[in-house]
């Protein structure tokens, strides 16, 4: 470190930043994640500043050098904050960029920024340092001491840039079509984003001014107070979004202008005569973390997509909240809707079958395959039936909301987890008794449906068959336990899609738009139509995803036969129930008592692979979209437990007085 101290020294005019990334390369630890080895570094170079105080002297003018042959403006304007280029084109060059980086220029900062904090994980090391030992650093150095130096002056002026760069962006992005669909007022009255721009522009005008020997200081008391407002219309979009849908462009607006106003304010703050050393290391610490991801994919998904994956699982969570069946008359309902969904499903099943006799190639089949599931689930869902395993995506997120509420509060210190326990506990036996509605009338129908065609002379199936049906569900001789699981994210994609698609109704008002085609109105006629824009306002979500599930879990056999992985296919319990049915039938019930436990086991552990995995699954991205970080697992799981051994019944049944739904989905 005193070897390159004393190249500085004798050097103190170089504009290379060899030696400075060189200095750096000294200070930056081996390992970043070790705990205070870059802060003995670096007071190790403050000891040899203090020793040697011309090495000090040179270390400022060489800096001071630097920068005033570079260009600022982008380092303040540009890092950090996502391009104007859009979402999906800022992603693909983050791809490219990371394969092969742009060019980098000397004449800017910014690249030169880049070339000295060059590892992906020096912000690790940056934000390690205690703000105590950078303020001994800058007092070592004394960037004061040369008050006059053109260094100075240039990083003035490029601040002034930046903030006016920033202050014209954030007016311009401001007025997006995007925002002002969202909020139309930002049109009907004087515009904040507008007004900011004509008093950065004063400012910058009255700055200019001083810095060439004008006495009188800026005056930017209003720009916060316009910037404030600006904030305050992006919250109230995001309101408007809560309840109309968002899109990835807005999402993407709304946190890019968040970001230039937030870089706004500091670029103000650090302009201000009176500004402390804090705020300077606050900036420097964010543009290390921003400079090594600058190149993230991750980062830009992260950021982007949290409000629009908040929206789809709000979505699914405002269908889950009728999933929970909390007195004993929705207890009694869920089990009839669910019974007749096992009754269509044994249908189905059967169908499934029929289509696999007829011999069709595999791509044919499978499209058989997929519209039998499609269509069946559609009808299901036409008629107000319930298949049991559609239940975890949708509640997943009612409950994801229960645990962010009861995690605010107890931040507070205030009511701990009784809400989540409770929700829980109802949804459990909500779970229970749809699983028992499907499989308990899905095995007669099957049995009745699998008779009736061995009277009439075509049995459903042959024992060849029925054997291979057995030996599918049997957990411990076959891959059905894995199908399952396939079974289970094909349910959470689902969930997923029907939240996407209700979210997009919401976002792009399909109600209305139908309402204005013509052709349709003299189809239909007005009354039929208005019903019809009604229905898919409040269905679509749930029709697209019930299409795309019954698509999934038919394709999901030719996947694995195209690439011959025998673990790819899908098991759901219901159908499960309905093909043991008919393998039962087919054999004229001349099967061992251990074998038909064996297979009922089977059953049941399909159903709850199902929905341990869709559950998990949904619940996972419904608690990431809310950023929802609960570490209390084990204090819940005991509070379960104790609610289990006090009331038991409550997990299987619901109180005769009914229950309360405290702490729901907001």
Same mark, same amino acid.
């Given at each position: 470190?005193?070897?390159?101290?004393?190249?500085?020294?004798?050097?103190?005019?170089?504009?290379?930043?060899?030696?400075?990334?060189?200095?750096?390369?000294k200070?930056?630890?081996?390992?970043?994640?070790?705990?205070?080895?870059?802060?003995?570094n670096?007071?190790?170079?403050?000891?040899?500043?203090?020793?040697?105080?011309?090495?000090?002297?040179?270390?400022?003018?060489?800096?001071?050098?630097?920068?005033?042959?570079?260009?600022?403006?982008?380092?303040?304007?540009?890092?950090?904050?996502?391009?104007?280029?859009?979402?999906?084109?800022?992603?693909?060059?983050r791809?490219?960029?990371?394969?092969?980086?742009?060019?980098?220029?000397?004449?800017?900062?910014k690249?030169?920024f880049?070339?000295?904090?060059h590892r992906?994980?020096?912000?690790l090391?940056?934000?390690?340092?205690?703000?105590?030992?950078?303020?001994?650093?800058?007092k070592?150095?004394?960037?004061? +001491?040369?008050?006059?130096?053109p260094?100075? +002056?240039k990083?003035?002026?490029?601040?002034?840039?930046?903030?006016?760069?920033?202050?014209?962006?954030?007016? $311009?992005?401001?007025?997006?079509?995007?925002?002002?669909?969202?909020?139309?007022?930002?049109?009907?009255?004087?515009?904040p984003?507008?007004?900011?721009?004509?008093?950065? /522009?004063?400012?910058?005008? +009255?700055?200019?001014?001083?810095?060439?020997g004008?006495?009188?200081?800026?005056?930017?008391?209003?720009?916060?107070?316009?910037?404030?407002?600006?904030?305050?219309?992006?919250?109230?979009?995001?309101?408007?979004?809560s309840?109309?849908?968002?899109?990835?462009?807005?999402?993407y607006h709304?946190?890019?202008?968040h970001?230039?106003?937030?870089?706004?304010?500091t670029?103000?703050?650090?302009?201000?005569p009176?500004?402390?050393?804090?705020?300077?290391?606050?900036?420097?610490?964010?543009?290390?973390?921003?400079?090594?991801?600058?190149? $993230?994919?991750?980062?830009?998904?992260?950021?982007?997509t949290? #409000?629009?994956?908040?929206?789809?699982?709000?979505?699914?969570?405002?269908?889950?909240?009728?999933?929970?069946?909390?007195?004993?008359?929705?207890?009694?309902?869920m089990?009839r809707?669910?019974?007749?969904?096992?009754?269509?499903?044994?249908?189905?099943?059967l169908?499934?079958?029929?289509?696999?006799?007829?011999?069709?190639?595999?791509?044919?089949?499978?499209?058989f395959? $997929?519209?039998n599931?499609?269509?069946?689930? #559609?009808?299901?869902?036409?008629?107000?039936?319930?298949?049991a395993?559609?239940?975890?995506?949708?509640t997943?997120?009612?409950?994801?909301?229960?645990?962010?509420?009861?995690?605010?509060?107890n931040?507070?210190?205030?009511a701990?987890?009784?809400?989540?326990?409770?929700?829980?506990?109802?949804?459990?036996?909500?779970?229970?008794? $749809?699983?028992?509605?499907?499989?308990?009338?899905?095995?007669?129908?099957?049995?009745l449906?699998?008779?009736?065609s061995?009277? +009439?002379?075509?049995?459903?199936?042959?024992?060849?068959?029925?054997?291979h049906?057995?030996?599918?569900?049997?957990?411990?001789?076959?891959?059905?336990?894995?199908?399952?699981?396939?079974?289970?994210? /094909?349910?959470?994609f689902?969930?997923?899609?029907?939240g996407?698609?209700?979210?997009?109704c919401?976002?792009?008002?399909i109600?209305?738009?139908?309402?204005?085609?013509?052709?349709?109105?003299?189809?239909?006629?007005?009354?039929?139509?208005?019903?019809?824009?009604?229905?898919?306002?409040?269905?679509?979500?749930? #029709?697209?995803?019930n299409?795309?599930?019954?698509?999934?879990?038919g394709s999901?056999?030719?996947?694995?036969f195209?690439?011959?992985?025998?673990?790819?296919?899908i098991?759901?319990?219901?159908?499960?129930?309905?093909?043991?049915?008919?393998?039962?039938?087919?054999l004229?019930?001349?099967?061992?008592?251990?074998l038909?436990a064996?297979?009922?086991?089977?059953?049941a552990?399909?159903?709850?692979?199902n929905?341990?995995?869709?559950?998990?699954?949904?619940?996972?991205?419904?608690?990431?979209?809310?950023q929802?970080?609960?570490n209390?697992?084990?204090?819940?799981?005991?509070?379960?437990?104790a609610?289990?051994?006090?009331?038991?019944?409550?997990f299987?049944?619901?109180p005769?007085?009914g229950?309360?739904?405290?702490?729901?989905?907001?």
């Amino acid at each position: 470190m005193e070897f390159v101290l004393k190249k500085i020294y004798a050097t103190s005019e170089e504009t290379d930043p060899a030696l400075l990334i060189e200095l750096v390369d000294k200070i930056r630890p081996k390992t970043p994640n070790v705990s205070g080895v870059a802060t003995i570094n670096l007071r190790a170079l403050i000891q040899l500043l203090r020793m040697h105080p011309e090495y000090g002297a040179a270390l400022r003018s060489y800096v001071l050098a630097l920068f005033e042959k570079r260009r600022h403006s982008h380092l303040y304007a540009d890092i950090g904050i996502l391009s104007n280029e859009g979402f999906f084109t800022t992603v693909w060059n983050r791809f490219v960029f990371r394969l092969l980086p742009p060019e980098t220029r000397d004449d800017y900062l910014k690249d030169m920024f880049g070339l000295v904090f060059h590892r992906h994980t020096d912000y690790l090391w940056v934000d390690q340092i205690p703000d105590e030992v950078w303020i001994e650093l800058l007092k070592c150095i004394d960037f004061d +001491a040369e008050p006059s130096h053109p260094g100075w +002056a240039k990083i003035q002026k490029e601040m002034l840039d930046a903030v006016q760069m920033l202050s014209y962006r954030i007016a $311009s992005t401001g007025l997006e079509h995007e925002l002002v669909r969202n909020y139309p007022d930002i049109e009907r009255f004087e515009s904040p984003f507008l007004a900011q721009n004509v008093e950065v /522009c004063d400012y910058y005008q +009255a700055y200019h001014a001083h810095l060439r020997g004008d006495p009188a200081l800026p005056d930017d008391r209003h720009i916060p107070v316009l910037l404030q407002q600006c904030e305050e219309v992006l919250v109230k979009v995001r309101k408007q979004a809560s309840q109309n849908g968002a899109s990835i462009s807005l999402t993407y607006h709304l946190q890019r202008v968040h970001q230039m106003i937030k870089r706004l304010q500091t670029l103000l703050v650090l302009l201000d005569p009176n500004e402390t050393t804090m705020r300077s290391l606050a900036l420097l610490r964010e543009l290390v973390r921003e400079e090594n991801r600058k190149y $993230s994919v991750r980062d830009v998904f992260t950021r982007v997509t949290d #409000l629009v994956a908040l929206q789809v699982t709000e979505n699914a969570g405002k269908t889950g909240e009728h999933y929970a069946a909390v007195t004993r008359g929705e207890y009694f309902n869920m089990l009839r809707s669910s019974m007749g969904a096992g009754f269509i499903i044994g249908f189905m099943a059967l169908i499934k079958i029929g289509i696999s006799k007829m011999m069709f190639a595999p791509l044919t089949q499978t499209f058989f395959f $997929s519209m039998n599931y499609a269509f069946g689930f #559609l009808l299901i869902h036409v008629m107000h039936f319930t298949v049991a395993t559609k239940q975890p995506a949708m509640t997943a997120a009612t409950i994801a909301a229960t645990v962010d509420q009861n995690a605010a509060l107890n931040s507070k210190g205030k009511a701990p987890l009784d809400g989540v326990v409770q929700l829980i506990a109802i949804v459990w036996r909500t779970q229970i008794v $749809s699983i028992l509605g499907n499989v308990i009338l899905a095995i007669p129908t099957g049995m009745l449906i699998a008779l009736l065609s061995q009277m +009439a002379g075509t049995p459903v199936m042959s024992e060849e068959k029925a054997w291979h049906t057995l030996e599918d569900i049997n957990p411990f001789y076959s891959w059905t336990l894995v199908h399952a699981a396939i079974a289970g994210i /094909c349910l959470f994609f689902a969930g997923l899609i029907s939240g996407y698609y209700d979210n997009k109704c919401a976002y792009t008002r399909i109600p209305a738009r139908l309402k204005q085609l013509h052709w349709l109105r003299k189809l239909l006629g007005e009354h039929r139509l208005d019903r019809f824009a009604v229905y898919m306002g409040d269905n679509l979500g749930a #029709l697209m995803g019930n299409f795309t599930f019954g698509i999934m879990l038919g394709s999901m056999g030719l996947i694995g036969f195209m690439l011959g992985f025998p673990f790819i296919d899908i098991r759901h319990v219901t159908f499960s129930s309905a093909n043991f049915a008919f393998a039962l039938v087919a054999l004229d019930f001349r099967v061992s008592e251990q074998l038909v436990a064996v297979s009922l086991l089977g059953i049941a552990l399909i159903g709850i692979v199902n929905l341990a995995v869709s559950f998990g699954l949904a619940l996972y991205v419904a608690m990431k979209a809310r950023q929802v970080r609960f570490n209390r697992i084990g204090e819940l799981f005991r509070m379960l437990g104790a609610r289990f051994v006090s009331n038991p019944r409550e997990f299987f049944f619901p109180p005769r007085s009914g229950a309360v739904l405290q702490n729901a989905a907001p």
